[in-house]
Nanobody, 122 residues
Framework: QVQLVESGGGLVQPGGSLRLSCAAS????????MGWYRQAPGKERELVAS???????DYGESVKGRFTVSIDYPKKTVYLQMNSLKSEDTAVYYC????????????????WGKGTLVNVSS
């Protein structure tokens, strides 16, 4: 089993910055992907940013140019640097990881963190 623990959420004013972190622990042979999704009240969960093996990056359209995702593979930690925050970025942010627990596994397993609230408000 794998556990994901998020940190770094909180209250920030519009135009401000926050950095989220998510550390993975447990049985981890390799990380296929790590990233962030978010869910605002009354809306569906959406992709924020994700890094897949080989350095491939995916960003949601609304955060391109403002958010940056990165993985520290030795630390098994993914970061989300959020700049120029807007009120519409307010949501619960969930860490996601696709992880192979054993060398013989061909497909990884999806894991989710419990979420951290980001509130952008003046």
């Amino acid at each position: 089993q794998v556990q994901l623990v998020e940190s770094g959420g909180g209250l920030v004013q519009p135009g401000g910055s926050l950095r989220l972190s998510c550390a993975a622990s447990g049985r981890i042979f390799s990380i296929n992907a790590m990233g962030w999704y978010r869910q605002a009240p009354g809306k569906e969960r959406e992709l924020v940013a994700s890094e897949r093996g080989g350095g491939n990056l995916d960003y949601g359209e609304s955060v391109k140019g403002r958010f940056t995702v990165s993985i520290d593979y030795p630390k098994k930690t993914v970061y989300l640097q959020m700049n120029s925050l807007k009120s519409e970025d307010t949501a619960v942010y969930y860490c996601h990881a696709n992880i192979r627990g054993w060398w013989y596994e061909t497909d990884g397993v999806d894991y989710w963190g419990k979420g951290t609230l980001v509130n952008v408000s003046s």
